[in-house]
């Protein structure tokens, strides 16, 4: 399987502290994304970064790439309860069209 | 952005009967595609959605189970056939443009199946 893998599965925190999950992959990517899911709703894409890019910020959000090490990492900081849900890192790798993602990481923001 | 609106939201189905389920986008699209995600689970995808010819499936998912219809670029519908308990997942339908990278989903119908 193609499919990433995400730690920690779940990661429960206080409201104002940072979250922060991984995802490592096995393919080369073009480039890697973050997704968020709200009760097993749909999927809303956060923030994508590219293969050439190291780093990316998008208000709260930080992402950062290791390309050697085919691994990602997806920083929250200031967390609010609002930020509760599933997040999903997903990669698009350099060949054919689908997208794979990663096993997820559960985040609970305690108020 | 792409705006989709994805039907039924949930459903709950006895076992051996289908359920269709609708994803109608805004604008025309290429490339649409269904995920399925069991209880718990990372997203899987069934197949492919192709205007005008044949899904594309993915391993271990058959148009005999999972039919699909693409009949333009702005519908399709992923039917579940002669469903089982184990088929009990969000099926979640998602687009991707031309013009941008990432995918837009759905809000994913929620099916139970006794």
């Known amino acids: 399987s193609q499919q990433g893998e995400e730690d920690p599965q779940a990661l429960s925190i206080q409201e104002g502290e940072n979250a922060t999950m991984n995802c490592s992959y096995k393919t080369s990517i073009n480039n890697l994304q973050w997704y968020r899911q709200n009760s097993g709703r749909g999927l809303v894409h956060l923030i994508l970064i590219r293969s050439n890019e190291r780093e990316k910020h998008s208000g709260r959000l930080r992402v950062t790439l290791d390309t050697s090490k085919k691994s990602s990492s997806l920083l929250i900081t200031a967390s609010r309860a609002a930020d509760t849900a599933s997040y999903f890192c997903?990669?698009?790798?350099?060949?054919?069209?689908?997208?794979?993602f990663g096993t997820g990481t559960s985040l609970t923001v305690i108020p | 952005s792409a705006v989709i609106s994805q039907k039924p939201s949930r459903d709950i189905c006895q076992r051996g009967t289908s359920l269709t389920i609708q994803c109608q986008v805004d604008?025309?699209?290429?490339?649409m595609f269904w995920y399925r995600q069991q209880p718990g689970q990372s997203l899987t995808l069934i197949a492919t959605a192709n205007q005008g010819s044949e899904a594309t499936y993915e391993s271990g998912f058959v148009i005999d189970k999972f039919p699909i219809s693409r009949p333009n670029l702005t519908f399709s519908t992923l039917t579940v056939s002669n469903m089982s308990p184990e088929d009990s997942s969000i099926y979640l339908c998602?687009?991707?443009?031309?013009?941008?990278?990432?995918?837009?989903f759905g809000s994913g119908t929620q099916l139970s199946v006794l």
């Open positions: 604008s025309q699209v290429t490339m």
């Open positions: 998602s687009v991707e443009r031309a013009d941008n990278e990432k995918l837009f």
């Open positions: 997903a990669t698009d790798p350099n060949t054919g069209n689908q997208f794979y």
